[in-house]
């Protein structure tokens, strides 16, 4: 069974940075895609940012885009998600998952993915 479990998440103020940390169990962590997706209170969940399994391809949503940088550390079984110039409308919980499918370019379709963590509060005060 897989287990994804994030950390990194906390309070801070706006223009700050936070680093989410999500690391797998499991074997065969490096064949696969990795995602970050977030829910606000009152929203639907949305996709942040994927990492393609070799590294090589990465994806981002428009609101995050050259602020936010997701990586992953294979030798580690972890993703990781820098967050910098943090806003307001960036506070949600925010939840690491991994591809259904082996050697998965990435995707920003949360039906693609097939594990899930239990998610890290991010909040950022104004």
């Known amino acids: 069974q897989v287990q994804m479990v994030e950390s990194g998440g906390g309070l801070v103020q706006a223009g700050d940075s936070l680093r989410l940390s999500c690391t797998a169990s499991?074997?065969?962590?490096?064949?696969?895609?990795m995602g970050w997706f977030r829910q606000a209170p009152g929203k639907e969940r949305e996709f942040v940012a994927a990492i393609s399994w070799s590294g090589g391809s990465t994806y981002y949503a428009d609101s995050v885009k050259g602020r936010f940088t997701i990586s992953r550390d294979n030798a580690k079984n972890t993703v990781l998600l820098q967050m910098n110039s943090l806003k307001p409308e960036d506070t949600a919980v925010y939840y690491c998952a991994r591809s259904r499918d082996s050697y998965y370019s990435g995707s920003s379709e949360a039906r693609e993915y097939g594990y899930w963590g239990q998610g890290t509060q991010v909040t950022v005060s104004s």
């Open positions: 499991g074997r065969s962590f490096s064949s696969y895609g």
